[in-house]
């Protein structure tokens, strides 16, 4: 196994352990493989939940760019939401898992097929 690998399996882990949901293997290693090398950097990987322009990244690079959304007030909702879920004492909220449960959230798994 690789790098990438280990990290679907971490990744998967967080869905099961910190977020309470059965990961979709398929949907959550199209969701890593569209994070691109990011994965790979201890900054890059992870999502400042309580940093305002990391989640504005969030909304406008995935949400609205990559997932084509139209900006409104939900998207920052959804990704608090999702935030909340995963836990915003959870020091390290890696990128794959919010992209994945927010891919998730407004049921658009078709962005990756």
Known sequence: MG???DLIAQY???LKNKCGMTPDMDLLT???KGCGPAIYN???STVAGS??????TVK???LIKKLGLPDSPELMDAINKVIEIYGKSERNKYRAVIYYMLTKHFGK???YS
């Open 60 to 62: 406008n690079n995935f």
């Open 12 to 14: 998967a882990d967080d």
């Open 109 to 111: 798994e078709a962005v």
């Open 51 to 56: 940093q305002p322009d990391e989640l504005e």
């Open 42 to 44: 201890a900054d890059a």
């Open 30 to 32: 199209k969701v890593t």
């Open 3 to 5: 790098k990438r690998d």
